[in-house]
């Protein structure tokens, strides 16, 4: 099979680096890729926002299947496009992808299908949001409805920070996708990540991932993409698992199906785990970045057949093995991410840190020539099996330290709640 992964993260480059093990490939490209995933594939120069020039890539290198990575292209309807083309592809169809790109979308079917989510109110104008706001008081969750790069969430310890960012919203700060706001319930737990495939009508369970999406050690600072994270998540027991497949996963899967709009990709759902059970905050349409990264240094089965079955619809009768190990990635950063920072740093030392245990993915980074350059917030994901948390996050220190990056930052602590929970 010949297979095309859309994207340049650590993400699509865990997602590579798996799927290149599979006897099932003859030939992986990965369009536009990074400075490291030209190890594992085929990096091809393409803007992914123009869907014309991605199906035109596919017709030129004859590929069989398309991954998509990114939640930007799902929501932009990249599946769609590539599939009316004739080609298969793992990515939500558009209809579907509004689990991602709409807040309001997602609300609906949780109401629809009685899933146990935040209490909200959906808004679109100023003066409503703000009567909403001073009747149910402080803290509250101020959303922005569409994507806005993980930046349009405000959780507002107070009514004025609350206030501030119900007239951010509506005087544009995230443009279209604020022109609609969801106000919810402030949620009490611990969060964790469950990745669900769906092929339309059948799923396939896969894991849980802890992401620690603060900047800085002890979660303060600003909120990121994703600073590390660990797989499987112990916080979810067996009970609140099979309570989330069947209160949370299975309404979606019905709910959307009954719609007409099945959902075919993986589902990735946020919860909180609350007093009165598990919640979900959100979903996501597409892998988490950095949680992919975990899951794939800690998945047994081949990856390639199970997003096919997806695309195909016919996951029925698939299975998954897992190492009966943890795995723990440790973000590298340019200094400023999640603000604005620098570009072509030149980073050292990465080739000695792949071990049978330790592999960093790379995410903003560029060759030049034989120099390895930091191009973007999120550069090098440092990520180790271990037989603990503990050891997991050890090993992935030592390969941090190897790295010489005078310009990059990582936090110290990832894993601290599972560490903290198992002394
Ligand atoms: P979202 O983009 O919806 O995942 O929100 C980003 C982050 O804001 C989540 O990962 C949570 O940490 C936090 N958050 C969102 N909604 C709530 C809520 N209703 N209660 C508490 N925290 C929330
Ligand atoms: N790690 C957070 C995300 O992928 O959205």
Redesign the pocket.
């Known amino acids: 099979m010949r297979v095309l992964v859309i994207g340049s993260g650590g993400r699509e480059h865990a997602l590579a680096w798996k799927i290149a093990q599979s006897p099932l490939l003859t030939k992986l490209f990965i369009a536009p890729g990074n400075g490291g995933t030209g190890s594992v594939a085929e990096n091809l120069a393409v803007d992914v926002t123009d869907h014309a020039a991605v199906v035109a890539l596919c017709r030129q290198h004859q590929i069989d299947f398309v991954v998509v990575g990114p939640d930007a292209q799902v929501v932009a309807g990249l599946g769609d496009d590539v599939r009316a083309a004739g080609f298969t592809c793992f990515c939500p169809s558009k209809a579907a992808g509004q689990l991602e790109g709409s807040?309001g979308f997602t609300k609906a079917l949780c109401d629809e299908m009685d899933i146990p989510?935040?209490a909200?109110g959906r808004f679109n104008n100023e003066a409503s949001a703000l009567a909403y706001l001073y009747t149910q008081g402080a803290?509250i969750?101020i959303?922005a409805d569409g994507l806005a790069a993980?930046k349009?969430?405000t959780?507002a310890m107070t009514v004025e920070e609350a206030e501030e960012a119900i007239i951010d919203c509506f005087s544009g700060a995230f443009g279209e996708s604020g022109a609609e706001v969801v106000i919810?319930?402030?949620?009490?737990?611990e969060?964790v990540s469950l990745f669900v495939l769906c092929d339309g009508s059948n799923i396939l369970p896969l894991t849980t991932a802890q992401?620690h999406?603060r900047a800085f050690d002890g979660d303060t600072g600003p909120?990121t993409g994703g600073m590390g994270a660990y797989s499987p998540a112990p916080v979810m027991t067996r009970d609140i698992y099979d309570e989330t497949i069947d209160r949370v996963i299975w309404p979606t899967v019905r709910g959307l199906a009954a719609r007409g709009t099945p959902y075919q990709g993986v589902l990735y759902a946020?919860l909180?785990l609350t007093e009165d059970g598990p919640?979900l905050?959100?979903y996501?349409a597409r892998f988490g970045d950095p949680e992919t990264q975990v899951m794939m240094m800690r998945m047994q089965s081949d990856l390639l057949p199970l997003l096919h079955a997806v695309a195909t619809g016919t996951l029925a009768g698939h299975d998954v093995a897992w190492k009966d190990q943890f795995a723990l990635t440790v973000i590298l950063a340019t200094e400023g991410y999640p603000g604005s920072y620098g570009k072509g740093s030149v980073i050292t030392g990465v080739q000695a840190v792949n071990a049978e245990h330790t592999h960093v993915f790379h995410a903003g980074t560029r060759r030049d020539g034989d120099k390895l350059l930091a191009w973007g917030g999120r550069v090098l994901n440092v990520t180790a099996l271990g037989d603990s948390v503990r050891e997991a996050q050890q090993r992935a220190y030592a390969g941090v330290d190897a790295i010489d990056w005078p310009e990059g930052f990582c936090r110290r602590d990832i894993g601290w709640r599972e560490i903290a929970r198992s002394r």
């Open positions: 807040k989510t935040a909200y803290p969750v959303k993980g349009g969430v959780v919810e319930e402030f949620m009490e737990g969060e992401d999406k909120n946020g909180m919640k905050v959100e996501n």
